[in-house]
């Protein structure tokens, strides 16, 4: 049985989610709003992603008969102008959700929870995955040199991506 410092916890990184989730979807309506709708679909993907992972863990809790719980989520703050800045603000923020799935693993560990932990070491492949996607973006920008036809074929690239997760959160 879960305990409830670690459902709150646990409670905590859905809302941690579901705002990475608005964060993306704010930062694609703006790419899209600029042009560049290949970079729109992207973020839009990575929303979906976001609110899968927000959702497993959703579930996790029910599996756990532990009380769900949704708190507000605040209003997606980024200052990016340019796709490099975007998508270094991207890369930092997976960062920070990596630090925090870090910081479960390590209560999980002290409680001997050894079904949340394992439940967080999909988590951490997951994020291992993330953030070198973001750095290999940001390193396509660099070989690019950040020229209007670099980003036009890296708009058409990412616009390519496709769900990599189910989108009916019924069959998590």
Do not use: C
Request: hydrophobic content about 40%.
């Amino acid at each position: 049985m879960i305990s409830q410092k670690m459902a709150d916890r646990v409670n905590l990184q859905i809302n941690r989610e579901m705002y990475s989730a608005y964060l993306y979807l704010a930062m694609g309506a703006q790419m899209t709003e600029a042009g560049y709708t290949g970079v729109g679909k992207w973020l839009t993907v990575q929303y979906h992603e976001e609110m899968f992972h927000a959702m497993k863990f959703a579930k996790y809790l029910e599996d756990q008969s532990a009380t769900v719980k949704y708190a507000k989520i605040d209003e997606p703050k980024f200052k990016a102008t340019t796709i490099k800045d975007l998508f270094q603000e991207v890369y930092e923020h997976e960062k920070f959700v990596t630090a925090s799935i870090r910081e479960m693993v390590e209560l999980a560990r002290a409680e001997k929870d050894y079904a949340t932990e394992g439940l967080l070491a999909w988590y951490i492949d997951e994020q291992v995955e993330e953030e070198k996607n973001d750095l290999e973006i940001l390193q396509a920008i660099d070989l690019l040199g950040n020229s209007a036809q670099g980003l036009f074929m890296l708009n058409i690239e990412l616009g390519k991506r496709d769900a990599g997760v189910t989108l009916d959160f019924t069959k998590i």
